[in-house]
Protein backbone atom coordinates (compact mmCIF):
# COMPACT_ATOMS: atom_id res chain seq x y z
CA UNK A 1 0.00 0.00 0.00
CA UNK A 2 0.93 3.59 -0.96
CA UNK A 3 1.78 5.78 1.78
CA UNK A 4 0.17 9.06 1.92
CA UNK A 5 2.03 12.36 1.52
CA UNK A 6 1.37 13.06 5.13
CA UNK A 7 3.68 10.45 5.62
CA UNK A 8 6.22 11.78 3.65
CA UNK A 9 8.34 14.53 5.59
CA UNK A 10 11.82 15.88 4.26
CA UNK A 11 14.55 15.58 6.45
CA UNK A 12 16.25 19.23 5.89
CA UNK A 13 19.82 19.70 5.99
CA UNK A 14 21.93 22.74 6.25
CA UNK A 15 24.56 23.65 3.48
CA UNK A 16 26.81 21.63 4.96
CA UNK A 17 24.81 18.48 4.94
CA UNK A 18 23.82 18.45 8.90
CA UNK A 19 20.51 18.50 9.95
CA UNK A 20 19.39 22.03 10.63
CA UNK A 21 18.34 20.35 14.88
CA UNK A 22 18.75 16.88 15.68
CA UNK A 23 16.00 17.38 18.46
CA UNK A 24 13.69 17.89 17.26
CA UNK A 25 14.75 16.83 14.05
CA UNK A 26 14.36 19.29 11.35
CA UNK A 27 11.27 17.62 9.16
CA UNK A 28 9.53 20.04 6.84
CA UNK A 29 5.75 18.64 5.40
CA UNK A 30 6.29 17.71 1.81
CA UNK A 31 3.97 20.65 0.97
CA UNK A 32 6.76 23.00 2.27
CA UNK A 33 9.44 20.43 0.83
CA UNK A 34 8.34 20.94 -2.38
CA UNK A 35 7.57 24.33 -2.63
CA UNK A 36 11.67 24.78 -1.55
CA UNK A 37 12.05 22.68 -4.79
CA UNK A 38 10.08 24.91 -7.10
CA UNK A 39 11.43 27.96 -5.52
CA UNK A 40 14.92 26.96 -5.99
CA UNK A 41 15.99 27.13 -2.57
CA UNK A 42 17.26 23.28 -1.68
CA UNK A 43 18.44 20.17 -3.42
CA UNK A 44 17.01 17.44 -3.54
CA UNK A 45 19.41 14.91 -1.86
CA UNK A 46 17.08 11.46 -1.81
CA UNK A 47 13.47 10.67 -2.87
CA UNK A 48 10.74 8.78 -1.44
CA UNK A 49 8.78 6.05 -4.34
CA UNK A 50 5.93 7.85 -3.51
CA UNK A 51 5.25 10.79 -6.45
CA UNK A 52 2.85 13.37 -6.49
CA UNK A 53 0.90 14.54 -9.54
CA UNK A 54 -1.23 16.95 -10.87
CA UNK A 55 -2.75 16.72 -14.36
CA UNK A 56 0.84 17.88 -16.12
CA UNK A 57 3.33 17.14 -13.66
CA UNK A 58 4.58 14.66 -11.94
CA UNK A 59 7.14 14.28 -9.16
CA UNK A 60 8.73 12.04 -6.19
CA UNK A 61 8.54 13.14 -3.17
CA UNK A 62 11.93 14.37 -1.74
CA UNK A 63 13.16 12.77 1.88
CA UNK A 64 16.08 14.33 1.81
CA UNK A 65 16.61 18.27 0.82
CA UNK A 66 19.74 20.61 1.52
CA UNK A 67 19.20 24.46 1.95
CA UNK A 68 21.36 25.97 -1.23
CA UNK A 69 22.76 28.64 1.57
CA UNK A 70 24.12 27.92 4.87
CA UNK A 71 22.14 28.97 8.08
CA UNK A 72 23.98 29.91 11.15
CA UNK A 73 22.25 28.28 14.21
CA UNK A 74 21.41 30.76 17.28
CA UNK A 75 23.95 30.48 20.09
CA UNK A 76 21.50 31.32 22.63
CA UNK A 77 18.91 28.85 22.83
CA UNK A 78 15.58 29.94 24.17
CA UNK A 79 14.63 29.57 28.07
CA UNK A 80 11.97 26.74 27.93
CA UNK A 81 11.10 24.08 29.89
CA UNK A 82 11.69 21.50 26.86
CA UNK A 83 15.47 23.23 26.67
CA UNK A 84 16.12 22.68 30.42
CA UNK A 85 14.86 19.10 30.11
CA UNK A 86 17.31 18.75 27.32
CA UNK A 87 20.21 20.30 29.19
CA UNK A 88 19.61 17.97 31.83
CA UNK A 89 18.95 14.75 29.21
CA UNK A 90 15.78 14.16 30.49
CA UNK A 91 17.69 13.20 33.94
CA UNK A 92 16.48 14.33 37.70
CA UNK A 93 19.37 16.83 38.87
CA UNK A 94 19.18 15.13 42.59
CA UNK A 95 18.38 11.67 41.85
CA UNK A 96 20.08 10.95 38.58
CA UNK A 97 17.01 8.81 37.12
CA UNK A 98 15.90 9.17 33.40
CA UNK A 99 12.13 9.91 33.01
CA UNK A 100 9.80 10.64 30.09
CA UNK A 101 8.80 14.31 29.98
CA UNK A 102 5.24 14.25 31.19
CA UNK A 103 6.74 12.73 34.45
CA UNK A 104 9.43 15.62 34.78
CA UNK A 105 9.22 18.95 36.48
CA UNK A 106 11.81 21.65 37.06
CA UNK A 107 12.82 23.00 40.26
CA UNK A 108 14.09 25.90 41.39
CA UNK A 109 17.50 25.73 43.31
CA UNK A 110 17.46 28.81 45.14
CA UNK A 111 13.71 28.61 46.00
CA UNK A 112 11.41 31.74 44.36
CA UNK A 113 10.21 32.40 47.77
CA UNK A 114 13.24 32.70 48.82
CA UNK A 115 14.69 35.09 46.40
CA UNK A 116 15.66 32.54 43.28
CA UNK A 117 15.21 33.68 39.49
CA UNK A 118 13.65 31.83 37.05
CA UNK A 119 17.23 31.10 35.20
CA UNK A 120 18.81 28.85 33.32
CA UNK A 121 21.31 29.16 36.19
CA UNK A 122 18.50 28.57 38.66
CA UNK A 123 16.49 26.26 37.18
CA UNK A 124 17.39 21.92 37.30
CA UNK A 125 15.33 19.56 35.87
CA UNK A 126 13.73 17.09 38.58
CA UNK A 127 11.28 13.87 39.23
CA UNK A 128 8.01 14.62 41.09
CA UNK A 129 9.31 12.72 44.03
CA UNK A 130 12.52 14.46 44.56
CA UNK A 131 10.67 18.01 43.78
CA UNK A 132 8.39 17.57 46.51
CA UNK A 133 10.98 16.25 48.86
CA UNK A 134 13.10 19.09 48.31
CA UNK A 135 10.37 21.71 48.55
CA UNK A 136 10.77 25.82 49.37
CA UNK A 137 14.22 24.50 51.04
CA UNK A 138 17.99 25.62 50.31
CA UNK A 139 20.05 22.96 48.86
CA UNK A 140 22.29 22.75 52.21
CA UNK A 141 19.06 22.65 54.88
CA UNK A 142 17.77 19.16 52.69
CA UNK A 143 21.36 17.97 51.77
CA UNK A 144 20.28 17.99 47.84
CA UNK A 145 22.82 19.86 45.38
CA UNK A 146 22.14 19.05 41.85
CA UNK A 147 24.54 16.73 40.47
CA UNK A 148 25.40 19.42 37.37
CA UNK A 149 25.77 23.00 38.01
CA UNK A 150 22.66 24.35 35.87
CA UNK A 151 24.08 27.09 33.14
CA UNK A 152 23.27 28.20 30.07
CA UNK A 153 24.03 25.52 27.50
CA UNK A 154 24.93 26.84 23.75
CA UNK A 155 22.61 25.64 21.38
CA UNK A 156 25.69 23.30 19.82
CA UNK A 157 25.00 21.76 23.34
CA UNK A 158 21.14 21.00 23.17
CA UNK A 159 21.46 19.48 19.73
CA UNK A 160 24.59 17.00 20.78
CA UNK A 161 22.28 16.31 23.83
CA UNK A 162 19.54 15.75 21.99
CA UNK A 163 21.25 13.33 19.10
CA UNK A 164 21.14 10.96 22.30
CA UNK A 165 17.10 10.98 21.52
CA UNK A 166 16.16 10.02 18.50
CA UNK A 167 12.51 10.06 17.24
CA UNK A 168 10.43 6.95 16.74
CA UNK A 169 10.51 8.16 13.08
CA UNK A 170 13.63 7.54 10.99
CA UNK A 171 13.44 7.00 7.48
CA UNK A 172 16.38 4.75 5.88
CA UNK A 173 17.28 7.45 3.66
CA UNK A 174 18.13 9.80 6.44
CA UNK A 175 20.56 7.01 8.65
CA UNK A 176 23.50 8.57 6.45
CA UNK A 177 22.55 12.59 7.49
CA UNK A 178 21.70 11.87 11.33
CA UNK A 179 24.72 9.60 12.64
CA UNK A 180 26.76 10.05 9.92
CA UNK A 181 29.83 11.13 12.20
CA UNK A 182 28.83 8.58 15.08
CA UNK A 183 32.05 5.80 15.16
CA UNK A 184 31.41 3.10 12.91
CA UNK A 185 31.15 0.50 15.76
CA UNK A 186 28.74 2.11 17.53
CA UNK A 187 26.89 2.95 14.79
CA UNK A 188 26.77 -0.75 13.62
CA UNK A 189 25.47 -1.41 17.34
CA UNK A 190 22.82 0.99 17.47
CA UNK A 191 19.46 0.05 15.71
CA UNK A 192 17.10 2.39 15.08
CA UNK A 193 13.55 1.93 14.39
CA UNK A 194 12.84 2.65 10.46
CA UNK A 195 10.40 3.08 8.13
Not at 150 to 172: D, I, K
Request: glycine letters at 2%; proline letters at 10%; hydrophobic letters at 35%.
Amino acid sequence: MTPPPESCPALVLNADFRPLSYFPLSLWPWQEAVKAVFLDRVNIIAEYDRAVRSPSFEMKLPSVISLKEFVSASRRPAFTRFNVFLRDRFSCQYCDDRFPTHELTFDHVIPRSRGGKTTWENVVTACSCCNLRKGNKMPRQCGMTPLTEPCQPTTYQLQENGRSFPPNFLHESWMDFCYWDIPLEEQSQTTWPRR
